[in-house]
Nanobody, 122 residues
Framework: HVQLVESGGGSAQAGGSLNISCASV????????MGWFRQSPGMQREGVAAVDYDGTTNVQFSVKGRFTPSLDNAKNTLYLQMNSLKPEDTAVYYCAAMVTTGCSLSPATFSYWGQGTQVTVS
């Protein structure tokens, strides 16, 4: 049973930083791609950043230069370092795993999802 567990969300002031992580528990499977998504109330879920198993990243334009995804295959854990946070970054952040290659930022291409972690920037 695949389980993705996010942690590290919370509150930060504008200009501050947060680091969130996502552990793939009960599984040693190396995902071809893992990604971060976010969703604000009344908005569609949007892709933020994704990382291929070989470390290749795909980052949404609005967070490029501020957010950095990384993947530790040994720990089966995905990270998102978020710097220079803005109030518009406030959302529930979800991690997800793709079972095929071809990392994208489209939610429809990801098969497994975590429960989400709240990030609030004021």
């Amino acid at each position: 049973h695949v389980q993705l567990v996010e942690s590290g969300g919370g509150s930060a002031q504008a200009g501050g930083s947060l680091n969130i992580s996502c552990a793939s528990v009960k599984s040693t499977y190396i995902w071809p791609c893992m990604g971060w998504f976010r969703q604000s109330p009344g908005m569609q879920r949007e892709g933020v950043a994704a990382v291929d198993y070989d470390g290749t990243t795909n980052v949404q334009f609005s967070v490029k230069g501020r957010f950095t995804p990384s993947l530790d295959n040994a720990k089966n854990t995905l990270y998102l370092q978020m710097n220079s946070l803005k109030p518009e970054d406030t959302a529930v952040y979800y991690c997800a795993a793709m079972v095929t290659t071809g990392c994208s930022l489209s939610p429809a291409t990801f098969s497994y999802w975590g429960q989400g972690t709240q990030v609030t920037v004021s």
